[in-house]
């Protein structure tokens, strides 16, 4: 089974400076929930990594965490689609953990989950930190302009070598993302 790998904040749902930190706040962006419904019935594992040290920074509990995933999961469920797997690094960025993005903690997490390499699984994310984890896994990045997108396609045309060669292709949401992956 392919696998297709989700940021969370800035990709499927709008972001915030101030955390995304109720599921009243957690709102989806357009397109999302349907893309990722696509890829599902598409025969796709969707799995989502995604840095949550809102948590850690006591902004919202792992209860609330638990609402923002059910009205994900929910929501793509409501339009045929499953998210199989949400993978999350509680820390704050100056924790030094392993999970939390760009490092791979939380991809190696799911492959061991699902007993996957997630070799050039493609890997859609927002900011530098998710593109630099999908290099480190071995995995296919992908940037959407949603977001913090438009900054990072921006720092990446400014020095191409941040991801060490390597361009990842560009759309302007998960919509256009999933509907490139699915043609």
């Not at 998210?83 to 997490?109: Q, S, T």
């Not at 593109?131 to 071995?138: I, P, Y």
Request: glycine share 12%; net charge negative; with cysteine.
């Amino acid at each position: 089974m392919n696998t297709l790998i989700l940021d969370r904040d800035g990709v499927i749902n709008h972001d915030s400076e101030d955390f995304i930190k109720s599921a009243e706040e957690w709102i989806p962006l357009p397109g999302s929930i349907e893309a990722i419904a696509q890829a599902s019935m598409a025969g796709w594992r969707v799995v989502v990594a995604t840095n949550q040290s809102g948590l850690g920074r006591g902004l919202f509990d792992s209860y609330a965490l638990a609402q923002m995933h059910g009205k994900l999961s929910d929501l793509v469920e409501e339009a045929g689609g499953k998210v199989e797997g949400i993978f999350y690094c509680p820390h704050k960025p100056d924790e030094g953990c392993n999970c939390r993005k760009p490092g791979v903690g939380l991809l190696r997490e799911a492959a061991e989950v699902f007993g996957e390499d997630f070799q050039g699984a493609p890997f859609v994310g927002d900011s530098l930190r998710d593109l630099e984890a999908a290099v480190a896994f071995g995995c296919q990045p992908v940037l959407v302009k949603t977001g913090k997108g438009e900054a990072t396609q921006s720092r990446l045309s400014q020095d191409p070598s941040l991801l060490g060669g390597i361009e990842p292709p560009i759309f302007d949401d998960l919509a256009a993302a999933v509907r490139a992956l699915l043609a």
